[in-house]
């Protein structure tokens, strides 16, 4: 696992100041974070507390339950394992050090979780403002060292659906259609984009299509180790799983239509290998008279896999998380790291995913 390293410190700190660090896990890497203000920490523990609503309407997973126009033509299961070590390389050790990892939960129509077993089992369940779950963690005061090792194991059954997108007429939702970071949706590029690619489409479902399309006919797949966001894909500096995600999301919401956001895993096989990697992000994106219809626009970048994963939920996707911005994640995604005072220890995370498929 890649670790970037950046440091925020004032010009010339208090002697009395004290650095807090946090590491943010990211799809391809972590982040490691230093500041030099204890009052930070009251802002992050403010800012999580109002981050903890649930949002609106949409927002809960249940409203996502099938209808007449989504059909489960088969299911696999999978066994999940994660990973991840806390390691305190000293000279002395934090006083304060808390943990947060995303759990994996289930997620009507795509996915349901049949076990879940967490070790060490002393954990706080939180849960954020769009419904995700995480294991808090208090590793406090762990000895210079030392290791603390997380492991999560899962039982997945995930579906493989289809949609019916012949009657695509109707009123749409209001949730999940406001710009945000990285989904630059009332950015003028991407409105003006979203309005010309709209142009002769009758209906929201060929309008995501013609998103899809252009997408799929113009990114360059590069992985590239961030989130650069929807802007910067219509750039020429190539684009990975989430800035694909990110441009199908923005000129959606662009045209009112609303679209989510996934962080998750792909399981890996002969036919998508060298496509992706095991983190994967990918969105789903809301039809009149159908509901929320899953895409995967980095899969069908190919002309040959365009109608693959155009409205049918392939059976290799797990959800991790929804949301490109959750607030417990603090800007990363799967999990992140918080420790005080950071001039004390040296701390480093890391983690690996496993999935085996069980039966299909």
Not at 198 to 211: H, I, L
Not at 325 to 345: K, Q
């Amino acid at each position: 696992m890649t670790t970037l390293s950046y440091y925020n410190t004032t010009e010339n700190p208090s002697p009395v100041s004290e650095r807090i660090c946090t590491t943010i896990g990211a799809n391809r890497g972590s982040i490691k974070i230093y500041r030099r203000n204890v009052l930070w920490l009251t802002f992050t523990a403010l800012f999580l507390l109002a981050g903890c609503q649930r949002l609106s309407g949409s927002a809960s997973p249940a409203a996502a339950t099938p209808g007449a126009q989504v059909t489960v033509l088969g299911r696999r299961e999978y066994a999940v394992h994660q990973q991840l070590t806390v390691v305190n390389q000293g000279p002395g050790k934090p006083d304060k050090q808390n943990l947060w990892v995303a759990l994996i939960r289930s997620f009507p129509p795509y996915q349901e979780v049949r076990s879940m077993r967490v070790s060490p089992g002393n954990y706080t369940t939180v849960t954020d403002e769009y419904g995700n779950q995480y294991a808090e963690f208090d590793f406090s005061g762990q000895p210079a060292g030392t290791t603390q090792t997380v492991k999560i194991d899962y039982q997945v059954t995930v579906n493989e659906l289809t949609y019916a997108l012949s009657d695509c007429r109707g009123s749409l939702l209001a949730d999940f259609i406001q710009p945000e970071l990285h989904i630059e949706s009332a950015n003028p590029q991407i409105v003006a984009l979203a309005d010309k690619l709209s142009q002769g489409q009758a209906t929201a479902c060929q309008q995501v299509r013609a998103f899809y399309d252009y997408i799929g006919d113009h990114l360059v797949y590069t992985y590239n180790g961030a989130n650069w966001g929807a802007q910067a894909a219509l750039g020429p500096m190539g684009s990975d799983c989430t800035e694909y995600t990110d441009l199908l999301v923005a000129l959606s919401r662009a045209s009112r239509i609303p679209a989510r956001y996934f962080d998750g895993l792909l399981y890996l096989d002969t036919s998508t290998n060298a496509k992706a990697k095991i983190v994967h992000s990918w969105p789903d994106v809301y039809m009149p008279s159908v509901g929320w219809v899953a895409l995967d626009p980095t899969l069908g970048r190919a002309l040959v896999d365009r109608d693959i994963y155009f409205a049918h939920y392939t059976p290799d996707h797990i959800i991790v998380s929804m949301g490109v911005n959750p607030s417990v994640l603090r800007g990363g995604d799967y999990w992140t790291h918080l420790y005080w005072p950071g001039n004390s220890a040296n701390v480093a995370v890391s983690g690996d995913w496993k999935i085996d498929l069980v039966s299909k």
